[in-house]
């Protein structure tokens, strides 16, 4: 028994000899970093804000920087170059989310689409999304809801506008968002459900927007978290008990219905079986990010065409003209198609402040290879839009607001250009990214055809300091005052 132990031992001994060397050079391989520090590594290098403090940082260690925050290593990147062998090259090897307490937590063990780990789950539930709510036919067929909501946004700005008072734009287009979600979704607004009153939208959308912005240390939290989740978790029960029990009446069927009815439907013999929890979790998914992404780029769009006046000058000239200098009672989106410069605004808004600054981080799954660097499993990959986009390599005049600088240009924000993305790339990309364009348009051609805009007396120059990590705003919200422009 001995010999034949000493006879496997010596078998192997090249095997392990070589495993260990390879694990060597793969760890000797990494990108470099700033220095650390034991037990914290480089917690105590950030300060601020997340993307600009890891901007900074890339300045002085390189495009690929290799960070431990606690006992979690992540490489931070950069470079349009280093995104596209991430988000394309190596899409397959590193398109799952990092299994933390937190985004378990979120996500309800993995039922979700946006921080679900990689798998059958994560590739049928995204399937779901999109033939039931996220697809070209489903959006398309979503735009009376777009138009009518609009129209309540502009009457109400009609009032303020009499008055001359100030509007707080950051609260109105979250409220506008929140409503055009739900009734897309839920089937009703959230002022038309009995659960929840108007006076508790904004609480929602300032709860939701906490929980999506969150400090740097409480990056990947748990507390705060499961209250959140508590009163989310409340309101759809309400809205699904509804939905099965028809206590209200409805244009045609929506998404709770269309997966209420794939759960009653399916056979017990088949390998993935929907849940409650799998439709929470999507609903849960459509509305923070359907709520966030249309609600943050109009808020940013309007604090930059203020600050802008030869931009705000040429966009609404530009609307008034195609539309025709007769005020229209109610805009539809086909007039979109013929507005290329509030297109260009819409996609140099995305430049400047992509609502998502960082990308969702990706974990790797398997060994790979990016800019020369040896990258190991179970390493977070972050990818900093913010930083990419305001890189004077790929943009002249980084951090002026120039929409210009988009015509005749093939960079666009669907995913193929690894210098501008919003929406990201890849088998992660945005699904909701068609829904949250056709918001945004809809909802500034209506704010610039019918009204003209200009700070309040007391205020000298539009501020336009961020707040937030996982998704940015305006940290002082955006107060307009609107004239009904004749």
């Known amino acids: 028994m001995a010999i034949l132990l000493s006879f496997l031992l010596l078998l192997l001994l ?11 050079k793969h760890s000797n391989n990494l990108p470099s970093g700033p220095t650390q520090i034991p037990f914290i590594g480089n917690l105590h290098q950030i300060k601020g804000s997340l993307h600009t403090c890891l901007h900074d940082l890339s300045k002085k260690h390189g495009p690929m920087m290799l960070l431990r925050l606690g006992v979690v290593r992540m490489v931070v990147i950069t470079s349009s170059e280093g995104a596209e062998e991430v988000l394309k090259t190596h899409d397959l090897e590193c398109c799952t989310r ?5 985004l378990k937590t979120f996500s309800r063990n993995g039922n979700d689409i946006g921080s679900g780990v990689y798998g059958e789950t994560w590739r049928e539930l995204r399937k779901l999304s999109v033939r ?24 109400k700005l009609k009032e303020s506008a009499l008055k001359q008072s100030p509007v707080n734009l950051s609260t109105t287009l979250f409220c506008l968002t929140g409503s055009i979600v739900s009734r897309t979704a839920f089937g009703q607004s959230f002022f038309e459900n009995k659960h929840i009153g108007e006076e508790r939208v904004e609480e929602l959308m300032l709860e939701a927007h906490k929980n999506m912005s969150l400090k740097f240390t409480d990056l990947f939290p748990t507390g705060g978290l499961g209250w959140f989740l508590d009163v989310v978790d409340t ?17 045609r069927p929506d998404l709770i219905d269309a ?18 929890d799998h439709l929470k979790g999507i609903s849960t998914n459509i509305y923070l990010a359907g709520v966030d992404t249309s609600a943050i780029t109009m808020i940013w769009a309007m604090a930059e065409l203020v600050r802008n006046p030869r931009v705000m000058k040429k966009v609404q000239d530009e609307i008034r003209t195609c539309i025709g200098s007769k005020q229209k009672e109610r805009l539809a989106e086909e007039e979109i198609d013929k507005l290329q410069y509030l297109k260009l605004v819409v996609k140099e808004t995305l430049r400047l402040h992509p609502p998502a600054p960082l990308l969702l981080p990706r974990e790797t799954m398997s060994h790979i290879k990016i800019q020369g660097y040896d990258i190991p499993p179970k390493i977070l ?27 005749d240009s093939p960079v666009d924000y669907r995913g193929k250009s690894f210098e501008f993305l919003p929406f990201g790339s890849g088998r992660r990309i945005c699904p909701g990214m068609a829904s949250a364009i056709a918001t945004i348009e809809l909802g500034l051609l209506n704010l610039l055809y019918y009204f003209d805009w200009s700070l309040p007396e007391e205020k ?13 705003v305006k940290k002082i919200p955006l107060e307009l005052i609107p004239s009904l422009h004749q």
């Not at 090249?14 to 060597?24: M, Q």
């Not at 309101?235 to 244009?251: R, V």
Request: hydrophobic share 40%; glycine share 2%.
């Open 259 to 276: 997966v209420l009815e794939m759960i009653h439907k399916q056979e017990d013999n088949e390998s993935f079986k929907l849940t409650i």
């Open 132 to 155: 039931e709510f996220f697809s070209v036919k489903k959006v398309q067929s979503f735009r009376y809801v777009r138009e009518e909501e609009c129209d309540l946004l502009v009457k």
């Open 460 to 472: 000298k120059h539009m501020d336009m300091e961020e707040a937030g990590v996982v998704t940015v």
């Open 235 to 251: 309101f759809l029960d309400h809205i699904i008990d509804d939905h099965q029990s028809k206590t209200f009446t409805q244009d």
């Open 14 to 24: 090249p095997l392990l000899f070589l495993f260990i060397s390879k694990n060597k």
């Open 381 to 407: 990959l972050l990818i900093n839009a913010w930083s990419i986009g305001r890189d004077p390599k790929y943009w002249k005049d980084p951090e002026e607001f120039i929409p210009e600088r988009f015509i």
């Open 98 to 102: 990092p299994t933390t307490i937190a």
